[in-house]
């Protein structure tokens, strides 16, 4: 029992075959994750957790005093460091999607007080009706808000439903641009509920961060990545070098520990090697998504990593570079296969742009019922 290799073959066993598929395996994103157990039950308690919210959300604004109509809106104020534009559709009503969103804004603003001053929210209505969407009515007592009214107009057989949602997120983007003039602009989609930090995150970014000219001169930036799109082992380069840099830290920190606990002197580069592999195993099947959301711990510590193509959800641009985004996504037609995240990733290579996305996400995607695509039995994964 005194070898090395016993020794690490029974901790090889004991963490991938007993400890980490008994810790693991309700965790979503994780290898371990037992999904003909757990997705069922977990998609359904998330829904009936998300319908509860939206309620939430729609008590928020029914207690909430309306502001004062006399007083100076934001855009007579002075022109916004960061507008958050809220772009929405109409869907089912008994979620709130757009009422969650709005709140969790609205509450995060009123908690960060003087530091966010600057920061003003905006409602996009891209609904073909505008009138008929019921909780944009609610908003606007509390909101700004713009509509792309298309009621009477012919329809145009040419405009499916993913150019149809790039034109409303030109149009959205357009609009931010003509009434605010912001700094920045954030466009949220509907069913993107921030997270706490969001606010003390971008202020960061935005303040210290984005002062380097490879990042200040960015096409955008993503604030959320689907979790199961997060893994390690993936074909982006930045994500096998973190891998590879994780292992090369852990390899000899783990190593001095196994060192200390057998009463060995001296470092073994086999024994480091493995420590290295098994710490990457590791980490890649309990899941990278969980090790990045370590790094909330301080705004200094989150990610910024070239871009990947899906999604947009939470899409943070400058004045400039909304310009110029405007400019290229006009140039482009979407169907099934090129939706705007593909199109707008397409424009990177073909225009000499970059892009980056900002790890751990900064917004959670709520919205199981697609505005896109019929679901009507909707999944976790």
Known sequence: WSSPFIHLLTLTVVTFGVLAPLICHRLLHS????????LNPMSQEFLEQNQQEGQAALHYFEKLQIPNASEPSGRDAFQPLLLVTIITVQRRNDFHYVLQVASRFHHLLQKCGARCRRHHILLC??????SS?????LLSSFFPMVSRDRTGENPDPR???FEKE???YVFCLEQSLLVYNPEYILIVEDDAVPEEEIFTVLQHLLLARFSKPYLRDALYFKLYHPERLQRYFNPEPMRILEWLGLGMFLGPMLNCVYSWATGR???SWPIVLFFALYSMAL???????YMLELRRLAPPLYNIVPVTECCTPAMLFSAASARRALSYLKELHCRQGFAKDIALYSLLHRKGENAYVVEPNLVRHVGMYSSLRANDNPKLL
């Open 159 to 161: 405009l499916n439903q």
């Open 265 to 267: 002197s001296r470092l």
């Open 31 to 38: 290898y371990f994750y037992l999904r003909h157990w757990h």
């Open 133 to 137: 969407h019921q909780d944009v009515r």
């Open 166 to 168: 790039k034109q409303d």
């Open 125 to 130: 209505n891209v609904e073909s009706d505008p």
């Open 283 to 289: 980490s890649e099947l309990v899941g990278r998504h």
